[in-house]
């Protein structure tokens, strides 16, 4: 994946920004696939909280509608940090499309390596 010009972008793009490159490379597969229309891996489908065809036809339309104003490198990162955060999936797509369904994951309320959940309000980075 890395001869990919578009993945050497993203990852470029993701430089400073503490995403992990399994994330990266992830929100690469999703991002071209949806574009490409191909159904997603059950993997992509549970890490990004797509239980629909509606859940699909949302994400596929909010990445869409960024594609407008955004690089295709940025949507990938930013698709990279909202992985497994159904929260944030939601609120994203939701700026697109209002009437889009709640994105939950697996990972939702999970622990993570510093104890913290993805529901818990975390303090400032240093």
Not at 6 to 21: K, N, Q, S
Not at 81 to 102: K, N, Y
Not at 108 to 119: A, L
Request: charged share 25%; proline share 8%; net charge negative.
């Amino acid at each position: 994946m890395m001869t990919d010009p578009l993945f050497r972008a993203v990852v470029e793009a993701a430089a400073g920004r503490d995403v992990p490159v399994q994330r990266l490379a992830m929100s690469y597969r999703v991002f071209s696939t949806l574009l490409l229309s191909l159904p997603l891996s059950l993997a992509e489908a549970v890490d990004f909280g797509i239980t629909s065809d509606t859940h699909l036809g949302a994400l596929h339309r909010a990445i869409r509608a960024e594609g407008e104003t955004r690089e295709a490198e940025e949507i990938v990162v930013g698709l990279a940090q909202r992985l497994g955060d159904g929260p944030a999936l939601t609120a994203w797509v939701q700026s697109f499309w209002p009437d889009a369904p709640a994105f939950v994951t697996v990972y939702d309320g999970m622990p993570d390596d510093e104890g913290w959940s993805c529901d818990d309000e975390r303090p400032p980075h240093p």
